[in-house]
């Protein structure tokens, strides 16, 4: 069945440091979501692309929806702290279904 | 801001036991979803349901499971045999739909801990 790749798996990072992730799937999307999720909590919705070529920012973080809509990809600018989690995103598979990516964990060092 | 809320946010039961979880959508939302995650791993979709029907289920969503729109606002996950692998965390999702069919952002609850015994 269809599956959503993230990398990296995991990063750590230093405070104040940009980062970014990537999402690719072997089929064709029409909408990517970005969730994070904290420990013990449900996903939050970060950021929709219903575009290819889409470009989407929510404060510090920008999303783009790749040009071949088999990718995805969300950059962090200047993290802090809280912005440790879990990273999903997620893409429709069929009408009435949303698969989730494999995660990308984040810790950021002080 | 609204949001789906759920119950119990942590339940332990004995293997063999009936479990309801249940989830409060988002009021204007049309699609309701369960989804679960064990421990550590990502996100797996279990059963959509629309128009007071499911729309789509997954192969874990066997026959022990069971949904139910009971009333206007509830939306409950019903396992009637619970096993060991059962333990997970069990999210709640809705979305309102969009025009053209799509179905639109999931939102989440915060989730309900099951620890099967």
């Known amino acids: 069945g269809q599956q959503l790749n993230q990398s990296p798996q995991s990063m750590f990072i230093q405070e104040g440091e940009d980062v970014s992730m990537n999402c690719t799937s072997s089929s064709i999307f029409n909408t990517w979501l970005w969730y994070k999720q904290d420990p013990g909590e449900g996903p939050v919705l970060l950021i929709a692309l219903y575009k290819a070529g889409e470009l989407t920012s929510n404060g510090r973080l920008t999303a783009q929806f790749g040009i071949t809509r088999k990718d995805s990809f969300l950059n962090i600018s200047a993290s802090i702290p809280s912005d440790v989690g879990i990273y999903f995103c997620?893409?429709?598979?069929?009408?009435?279904?949303?698969?989730f990516g494999t995660g990308t964990r984040l810790k950021v060092l002080a | 801001e609204p949001e789906v809320t759920q119950t119990p946010s942590h339940q332990v039961t004995q293997m063999g036991q009936e479990v309801i979880l249940r989830c409060v959508p988002i009021?204007?939302?049309?699609?309701f979803y369960w989804y679960r995650q064990i421990l550590g791993q990502k996100v797996e979709f279990l059963v959509s349901?629309?128009?007071?029907?499911?729309?789509?289920k997954s192969e874990i969503f066997d026959d022990q499971f069971s949904v139910e729109r009971p009333d206007g606002s509830n939306f409950t996950l019903k396992i009637r045999s619970t096993k060991l692998e059962d333990s997970a965390m069990y999210f709640c999702a809705s979305s309102r739909g969009l025009a053209g069919g799509y179905t639109g952002e999931l939102f989440f609850g915060e989730g309900s801990r099951l620890t099967v015994l």
């Open positions: 349901f629309y128009n007071n029907e499911i729309s789509e």
């Open positions: 009021s204007n939302h049309l699609y």
């Open positions: 997620a893409g429709p598979s069929g009408t009435y279904k949303y698969i």
